[in-house]
């Protein structure tokens, strides 16, 4: 099967990370495959590739296997440039890195979660809750949502209020005075834009009566998005077994880089180490060979897979931690 610029994003269509980069692709017209996965683990595909990373996004280009939507986002960027939607000037993009770091690491998405209404089919699913307790280390009992609920609406509507008074207070279209849509307000957006869809904000609290600037900008987008979606290619859709198969037979997608010799964890190249997250989904580790460590990155060379060939997993600094590994073998500690 024919994979669109050799690139494969593993997701599910409501997860609010994963439609980062799904409008990301969308607004940029690239065509891709995608392969579905389930909400909740086991993700077979992923376990068969070797993977132990368990959350969602991730994306492979040839035999390399990008985690974080904040890393597929500049690794796409990157690869394509014309065109780009990322920020020119510097100052631009210290706004951008800025809301990026914002609506994820100030534990802004982890309060809107809070907020889902309890009447959701999923909200519904002992599994669901199961996977997600797990996934979070916090309960996501029904009556241990709703007592958090009040401080995270504060929490919230204090960020729908520093958008309406800030960048968006001089009435501009998008957060970068832009002519059209940037990255900086796909970083932005997401979070905002996933509680309006859901109903999830009490009127009396947010509403578009209150923010109205803010509504307006989820408006614009929607209607950016929706112009690009009739012109853009759809994703191809391909199956577990046969995205397993062209990753292990693909190019490495980009060189092995080095590892930066001033780096404070003093690791070497070759090292064996372990790669996590340390926010969420933190209890799965990935293991391999180290083969890039940088100030942005760090790459593991993993066999860990059905086929016992090398790939390659990349995450960002940011939000992850590299430890050097420690007893057992790579596969028992995945």
């Known amino acids: 099967m024919s994979v669109p610029n050799n690139i494969i ?23 891709y495959a995608q392969c579905i996965q389930p909400p909740i683990l086991p993700r077979k595909d992923l376990s068969d590739l070797g993977i132990s990373y368990r959350r969602i996004p991730l994306m492979s280009i040839g035999r390399d296997v990008y985690l974080d939507s ?13 065109g780009a939607l990322g920020a020119k000037s510097g100052e631009q993009q210290g706004i951008q890195r800025l809301l990026e770091r914002y609506t994820i690491d100030s534990g802004l998405f982890d309060r809107a979660a809070s ?5 959701l089919p999923l909200m519904q699913d002992p599994k669901f809750k199961k996977d997600r307790e797990e996934f979070s280390g916090r309960s996501w009992s029904e009556e241990d949502l709703e007592k958090r609920k009040p401080e995270s609406l504060v929490y919230v509507r204090d960020a729908f209020n520093l958008l309406e008074t800030t960048l968006l207070a001089d009435g ?35 509403s578009a009566e209150t ?22 290619p759809k994703p ?6 046969d995205a397993i198969k062209h990753i292990i037979n693909a190019e490495f997608a980009e060189p092995s880089g080095g590892v930066d010799k001033s780096d404070p964890l003093a690791l070497n190249e070759g090292d064996d180490v372990e790669l996590w997250p340390i926010d969420s989904g933190f209890s799965h580790h990935d293991r391999g060979k180290l083969v890039v460590l940088t100030p942005e990155e760090v790459t593991v060379a993993s066999r860990n897979n059905s086929h016992g060939k090398e790939i390659r997993i990349h995450a960002g600094r940011w939000g992850f931690r590299v430890a050097r590994a420690t007893g057992g073998t790579e596969s028992s500690r995945l």
């Open 115 to 119: 907020l889902l209404p309890s009447s």
């Open 70 to 82: 904040r890393l597929i986002l500049r690794k796409l960027e990157a690869k394509f440039p014309d």
């Open 211 to 232: 923010y109205p600037k803010v509504y307006a900008w989820i408006a614009r987008f929607r209607a950016a998005l929706k112009s690009a979606k009739s012109s853009a």
């Open 236 to 241: 191809v859709s391909i199956q577990g077994p």
């Open 9 to 31: 994003l593993f997701h599910y269509p409501y997860s609010p990370f994963a439609r980062r980069v799904t409008w990301y692709l969308t607004l940029r017209g690239i065509e």
């Open 172 to 206: 501009r279209d998008w957060i970068l005075r832009s002519e059209k849509v940037t990255l900086a307000d796909i970083e932005a957006i997401w979070v905002f834009h996933w509680l309006v869809e859901l109903n999830a904000l009490p009127q009396n609290v947010v």
